[in-house]
C-alpha cells in the first residue's frame, strides 16, 4: 500500500477553454423566386388539382402552397439558414410518387427536405373537405442539420470566394445532384444517397488508419455490421456482424444502432486493435478485435475480448494498447468514467473518482458572516472556475457590463460589489434588528450562489475523453473546462470504494488484508451515519484547536442514538480478528511523516546538463501548479474525513471494550495511548494540509504566474526544484511522475524536518496566512516549534505589534541549539560550538532585524536580557552596552544612555562618549551635557570638547562656550579661563564689531576666572609666535612645504596680562563703534 496502485483513478480540474469564434457569414446574393406544380394539377378530382408551391429566396427561404380548389392550413414556412445565405437558383421541388423533395443550396451547404406527398395524407378518392392540411404541417419535425439530408460543401486549399450559382436534380436512382458554379471556373457537383434507402445501411461510426501503401477504412453500421474498406482498391475487405459477439438477446437484430462507437489503436505490440461498443437499451458491450493478416493480402479480424457494463448513456470511449476507457453520463448528467484491462480475462472495472459538484445547501454558522462563509466557497480553489461566476456575475447585473479579463482577486471584489448593492436596494425599512440583516444577506448570497450552481453545471458537462500514446496522460474534456486525470493512492482507494481485490498484487498477509477491508466497511458506514450538522462541528472543532478526541466521543453519543446503523457497525467490528493491527496499517499508510530532510536527497547532480535543463522547466506551468496542488487538496480531503471516522471508531472501540476485543485490557490500553493519539494528530495534520491547499494568497509584489493558494505559491517558488531534483525522470510516464510530485509535495506537513514552506511564506509577505499556519499547529506539533515562534515574531513585526514579537522571539531563542533553521539564523554551522555562542548570533540576528523594522526600544529590551547571557564575553557585552547607548540616545533618553556608556567596557566607551558630546551639542542640549559626572572620564570628555573647539569654525560652533561652562560647573575656574584662547583666536581670524564684542566678554570672563583662585595658580599658558594649537587631522610630522614644524613656544599670561588684552580689546570696540570701517584693521 505505499504505492499508488493503478486500481482507481481521481479527477482535477484544470484551465478554462476560451469560447470558439464564430464564422461570418457569405456574400449577399440578389432575391430569387421559383414555383412549382404538382404532375396532377390539371387532374380533375386529384387533390394536387389547381395546387402549386411558389419560393423566394435571399437571406431566408420563404415557402408558400397554395390551391385554387380548397384552402390549405399550415401552407407557409419560412427557413433561415444561420451564417449562410441561398444561391441563385438554389431552391429545387420534386415530385416522387410518395414524396415532395425540396433541394436547398446555400453558398456553404446543400440540404434536403423530404416531405409527404398530399396523396399520402389524404387517400380518399371522394374530397369533401373545403379545408386541407399543408404538406408543411410537420416540418417542425424535421432536422436540416441531419447527416443523411445536409452536407458542407468542400473548400479546395487556396480557393477564394463562394459558389455564384447552383442547380439541382434528383436521378433516377433515388440520388440528390447538386452542380454548384465553382469560383475557380469548374463546376463543383456534390451527391446525397437516396433517402428511402435501407436505415441499416447508414453509418454510425467511421475511423481509419493507413497501413503498407493503403488507407483501411472501418465503418460500423446501423445494422450492426462491421466493414473494412480499401481506398486503394476501392472495395470492402472484411465484414464482420456484431451481434456475432454478443449474447442471446430477443430482438437484438431490430436493436438501433445510433448509440454504437468504433474506436482503433495501434501499438507495436499488438499490431491494430479494432473496439466496437454495441448499445442495448438494458447495458453495453465491448469488443476487441486484432487485425490479423495472412497471405496474398488478405485480412482477418480476431476477436480478443469482450467486456459488458451496465452503464446506458455513453459519451465517449478511447482504446489504448491494453486498455478502454469509457466516459458516460448518469440519470442526474454526472460523468462516470471506468477504466479496465481488456487483455485480463478476470479484470474489472476501475472507478476514476469524478469531482463532486459544489455543495447545494451551504450551512452558515450562528458565529459567521454569511458574505465571508459564501465568499470562501465561491471562491475556493477546487469549487468553482472563473467562468461560471463571471457568467452568473453578468446574470446577476442583468448584463448591465461586459466583464473580461478580470483576475481571481478583482473578480471577488466585483461579486462582492454586486451582491450587497442589490442587497441595498431591496432594503425599505430604515432600521433593521441584526438577525434580520443577517437573514437578508443569507437570501441574497444564496441566490447568487445558486445562479453559480447552475452555471458550473452546465460548464461541467461531459464530452469527451483524451488519452496520451505516449505519456499516459488522462484528459476529461468537458464543456468549458478540461479535467485530467491522476492515480488514486492505495487508501484513498480504498477509502473510497473498498475494492476487495485490493491486497491482491500487495504483500500483505491475506488475514490481515481482509482485516483493513473489514475495518474500512465499518469507516465507511460511519461516515454515511455523520449528519452534516455533525460533521460541521468536527470541522469547526478543528478551526478552534479544541482536542478531536472529545469531539469524537460527543459525535459517538449522537451515532449511538441511531440503533440500527451502529448495531451493525458493531457487528462488523466483531469480525475483524485483529483490530489493532488492521489500525496500524492503516496509520502506516496516512503518516507521511521522515526522518529527513526533503532537502537531503539529490539525485539529478549525475545528470547532463540537457536533462537539468528539462527537467528546469517540467511541471513548471500555471496549469501544472494548479494541478498538483488540487490534487493535494483532494488527498488532504479524503484522508482528513478517514482520519476523523477512524478516530470515531477508535472510540467505539472503547466503549465496547472486551465485546469486540480478544485481546482484553492490554489491547484497549494500547489502543487509548498509542493509537488513539496517533489518529488525532493526524487528523490534525491533514486538516492544516487541506487549509493550506485552499487558504488564498494575498497580493504580492512579484506576481508573474499569479498562484491562487499558498500551497500553489510554495510549489512554484520552492518545492518543485526540490522535488524534481530527487526524481528519476528518465521517461515522462504521467501516472508515475505525478504520483510522486503529489506524494513528495504533500510530505511537507508540519511533523517533518523541513522548514521551507514557513520561509516561503515570510519571504512572499504572506504575514496572515503565517500566522494562520502557527496557531493551527503550535497546540500540538512540537517540530520546529521556536522556528515556529521566530516566524511568528516576524509577523507580528509587520502588524506592528512589537511586544509579541519580542516575546516569540524569546521563545524562540529556546531552541535555537536544536533546530537547523535556527541554527543557520545564527550563522553558525558547527552543530559542536558553544550554546552560549550560537544564542549571542541569534540575539545579533534578532536585533538587526528589530532595528531594520525601526523598533528601538523592542532593541533595548532584548539587548539588556542578552548582556546576561554574555556575561563571559566582552566584546559581545561591549556591542550590546553600545547598541543600548546608541537607541537611547536616538531616543532622546541622555540619562539612560550616559548610563549604559559608564557600564559600556573601555574599548567601546570613548566612540560612545565622543558620540554623546557631538549629538548633546547638535542638539543644543547642554544642561544634560554638563551636568553628567562622567566618573574616570574627565579628562576624556574635555579632550573630546577641546578637541571640536580647536578643529571647526569658530562661527558656527561655540564648543568654547561649552568647555568654560562644563569647567565652571564643576569649580575648574583655571581650566575655565579657556575663553581666553577663543579670545586670541577671535583676533586673529574674524575682524568685525561683533568678534570685538566677543573678545571683550571672552577676556572678561578669563579675568573674573583667574581673580577666584589663589594668585600662585592664577595664570595660564599661551602658544607664542603664531603657533597653533595641534587639530585633530593635521600630520604631526611635516608642515604644508614639507619641513619638519619647529617646536612650539609657549608664553605664560598672568591677570595683569589679561588686562592689557582686555583694555586693548576695549578700546578697539571703542573706535569701532565711533569709526565703524576701522573695525576690519582693529579686529
Request: charged fraction near 20%.
Amino acid at each position: 500500500m505505499a504505492a499508488a496502485l493503478e486500481r482507481s483513478m481521481m479527477e482535477v480540474c484544470g484551465f478554462e477553454r476560451e469560447s470558439v469564434q464564430r464564422f461570418p457569414g457569405g456574400l449577399r446574393f440578389p432575391d430569387s423566386a421559383g414555383a412549382f406544380h404538382y404532375e396532377e394539377s390539371a387532374k380533375l378530382q386529384s387533390i394536387t388539382s389547381n395546387r402549386f408551391i411558389h419560393s423566394t429566396s435571399g437571406d431566408t427561404l420563404q415557402l408558400l402552397e397554395q390551391s385554387l380548389d380548397l384552402n390549405l392550413l399550415n401552407n407557409a414556412v419560412r427557413v433561415r439558414f444561420t451564417n449562410c445565405t441561398l444561391l441563385p437558383g438554389g431552391v429545387t421541388i420534386y415530385e416522387t410518387l410518395n414524396y415532395v423533395i425540396i433541394l436547398i443550396c446555400t453558398n456553404r451547404s446543400i440540404h434536403r427536405m423530404v416531405l409527404p406527398h398530399p396523396t399520402r395524407m389524404y387517400r380518399s378518392e371522394v374530397l369533401t373537405e373545403v379545408q386541407l392540411q399543408s404538406i408543411f404541417t410537420d416540418i417542425g419535425k424535421l432536422s436540416l442539420q441531419d447527416s443523411a439530408h445536409s452536407a458542407i460543401i468542400p473548400v479546395s486549399a487556396g480557393q477564394t470566394g463562394t459558389p455564384a450559382t447552383s442547380t439541382s436534380w434528383i436521378s433516377q436512382n433515388g440520388h440528390a445532384h447538386y452542380a454548384l458554379a465553382s469560383p475557380a471556373g469548374g463546376l463543383i457537383v456534390l451527391t446525397l444517397p437516396p433517402h428511402e434507402q435501407n436505415a441499416s445501411d447508414l453509418v454510425v461510426g467511421l475511423a481509419v488508419h493507413e497501413l503498407e501503401d493503403d488507407s483501411f477504412i472501418f465503418s460500423l453500421c446501423q445494422d450492426h455490421r462491421l466493414r473494412t474498406w480499401s481506398l486503394r482498391d476501392q472495395v470492402c475487405l472484411l465484414e464482420l456482424d456484431m451481434l456475432d459477439f454478443m449474447p442471446a438477446i430477443k430482438g437484438a437484430s431490430r436493436m438501433s444502432g445510433q448509440g454504437h462507437r468504433l474506436r482503433l489503436c495501434f501499438s507495436n505490440t499488438t499490431g491494430l486493435c479494432v473496439c466496437v461498443y454495441l448499445s442495448t437499451p438494458q447495458s453495453g458491450q465491448f469488443t476487441v478485435l486484432q487485425l490479423v493478416a495472412a497471405e496474398n493480402n488478405r485480412y482477418s479480424l480476431e476477436h480478443v475480448s469482450t467486456l459488458f457494463t451496465t452503464q446506458e448513456t455513453i459519451v465517449d470511449f478511447q482504446l489504448t494498447a491494453t486498455d478502454i476507457w469509457a466516459l458516460w453520463v448518469d440519470q442526474s448528467n454526472a460523468a462516470v468514467v471506468k477504466y479496465i484491462n481488456f487483455e485480463n480475462s478476470a479484470a474489472q472495472w476501475n472507478q476514476v473518482f469524478v469531482q463532486p459538484p459544489p455543495d447545494e445547501e451551504v450551512h452558515v454558522g450562528v458565529d459567521q458572516d454569511p458574505r465571508e462563509t459564501y465568499l470562501d466557497l465561491l471562491f475556493s480553489p477546487v469549487r468553482f472556475s472563473a467562468a461560471a461566476i463571471l457568467k452568473a456575475l453578468q446574470i446577476y447585473r442583468h448584463g448591465s457590463e461586459r466583464l473580461s479579463d478580470v483576475s481571481w482577486e478583482n473578480l471577488k471584489k466585483e461579486v462582492t460589489v454586486s451582491v450587497e448593492m442589490e442587497l441595498q436596494s431591496s432594503v425599505t425599512e430604515f432600521e433593521f434588528s441584526q438577525e434580520e440583516y443577517r437573514q437578508l444577506q443569507v437570501e441574497f448570497w444564496s441566490k447568487f450562489y445558486s445562479v453559480c450552481l447552475q452555471y458550473q453545471e452546465s460548464l461541467s458537462t461531459p464530452l469527451g475523453l483524451s488519452i496520451s500514446s505516449h505519456t499516459g496522460l488522462v484528459c476529461l474534456l468537458k464543456k468549458g473546462l478540461v479535467s485530467f486525470l491522476l492515480p488514486c493512492f492505495a487508501v484513498d482507494h480504498l477509502y473510497l470504494c473498498g475494492d476487495e481485490s485490493l491486497f491482491s498484487e500487495d504483500e500483505t498477509e491475506p488475514e490481515l488484508a481482509r482485516d483493513v477491508l473489514q475495518l474500512v466497511r465499518c469507516l465507511r458506514m460511519v461516515s454515511g451515519a455523520i449528519s452534516g450538522s455533525a460533521a460541521y462541528e468536527m470541522e469547526q472543532v478543528l478551526e478552534h484547536l479544541e482536542p478531536p478526541g472529545q469531539a469524537a466521543e460527543v459525535v459517538l453519543e449522537n451515532l449511538l442514538s441511531d440503533s440500527d446503523t451502529m448495531e451493525d457497525v458493531q457487528n462488523k467490528l466483531q469480525d475483524i480478528r485483529n483490530p489493532m493491527a488492521a489500525m496500524m496499517v492503516l496509520q502506516r499508510e496516512l503518516d507521511l511523516e521522515t526522518d529527513s530532510d526533503v532537502t537531503e536527497r539529490v539525485f539529478t547532480q549525475g545528470l547532463n546538463l540537457n536533462t537539468r535543463i528539462g527537467l528546469s522547466q517540467l511541471y513548471s506551468s500555471s496549469l501544472s501548479v494548479s494541478l498538483v496542488c488540487q490534487a493535494v487538496a483532494h488527498v488532504a480531503m479524503t484522508r482528513t474525513l478517514l482520519c476523523r471516522d477512524l478516530l470515531i471508531l477508535q472510540k467505539l472501540y472503547l466503549r465496547c471494550g472486551d465485546n469486540v476485543f480478544l485481546g482484553g485490557g492490554a489491547h484497549l490500553l494500547q489502543l487509548q495511548q498509542d493509537l488513539i493519539p496517533r489518529s488525532a494528530q493526524l487528523l490534525l495534520s491533514y486538516h492544516v494540509l487541506r487549509h493550506v491547499s485552499q487558504s488564498l494568497v494575498s497580493s504580492i509584489p512579484v506576481d508573474i504566474l499569479s498562484p491562487q493558494t499558498i500551497l500553489e505559491l510554495f510549489y512554484q517558488t520552492v518545492a518543485r526544484k526540490l522535488i524534481l531534483s530527487q526524481m528519476d525522470c528518465d521517461q515522462l510516464v504521467w501516472s508515475h511522475m505525478i504520483s510522486s510530485v503529489v506524494h513528495l509535495l504533500a510530505q511537507q506537513w508540519p511533523s517533518n524536518p523541513g522548514f521551507q514552506f514557513p520561509e516561503c511564506l515570510m519571504t512572499n509577505c504572506q504575514y496572515s496566512q503565517l500566522q494562520e499556519y502557527v496557531r493551527l499547529i503550535a497546540p500540538w506539533c512540537q517540530v520546529n516549534i521556536g522556528s515556529c515562534h521566530f516566524m511568528l515574531g516576524q509577523c507580528y513585526l509587520a502588524n506592528g505589534e512589537g511586544q509579541k514579537a519580542l516575546q516569540c522571539f524569546q521563545e524562540a531563542a529556546a531552541e535555537v541549539e536544536k533546530e537547523e533553521f535556527l541554527m543557520k539564523l545564527a550563522g553558525v554551522e558547527d552543530e559542536d560550538g558553544a550554546t552560549s555562542a550560537r544564542l549571542q548570533y541569534y540575539n545579533k540576528q534578532v536585533l538587526r532585524l528589530l532595528e531594520d523594522v525601526g523598533q528601538p526600544e523592542l532593541v533595548i529590551s532584548l539587548s539588556s536580557l542578552a548582556i546576561k547571557e554574555a556575561e563571559n564575553d566582552i566584546n559581545s557585552q561591549a556591542a550590546l552596552w553600545t547598541r543600548i547607548f546608541k537607541h537611547h540616545l536616538d531616543l532622546g533618553h541622555n540619562s539612560e544612555a550616559y548610563e549604559a556608556l559608564i557600564q559600556n567596557p573601555e574599548s567601546s566607551q570613548l566612540d560612545c562618549l565622543r558620540q554623546l558630546v557631538v549629538v548633546l551639542c547638535e542638539r543644543s542640549q547642554l544642561q544634560d551635557l554638563v551636568q553628567f559626572s562622567y566618573v574616570n572620564l574627565h579628562d576624556e570628555v574635555v579632550g573630546i570638547i577641546e578637541s571640536r573647539a580647536r578643529g571647526l569654525d569658530l562661527l558656527t560652533h561655540n564648543y568654547y562656550e561649552l568647555l568654560y561652562a562644563f569647567h565652571i560647573n564643576r569649580h575648574n575656574y583655571r581650566k575655565a579661563s579657556v575663553m581666553c584662547e577663543l579670545s586670541l583666536r577671535l583676533t586673529r581670524e574674524v575682524r568685525s564689531v561683533a568678534s570685538l564684542q566677543k573678545q571683550v566678554n571672552c577676556f572678561l570672563s578669563a579675568l573674573t576666572c583667574l581673580r577666584l583662585i589663589r594668585p600662585e595658580f592664577s595664570w595660564i599658558v599661551q602658544p607664542v609666535g603664531g603657533a597653533t594649537y595641534e587639530r585633530a587631522g593635521t600630520s604631526p610630522k611635516r608642515n604644508s612645504d614639507g619641513e619638519f614644524p619647529p617646536k612650539g613656544q609657549v608664553a605664560v599670561l598672568e591677570i595683569k596680562d589679561l588686562e592689557k588684552l582686555y583694555f586693548l580689546s576695549r578700546s578697539r570696540l571703542t573706535l569701532a563703534r565711533h569709526h565703524p570701517p576701522s573695525a576690519a584693521i582693529a579686529g
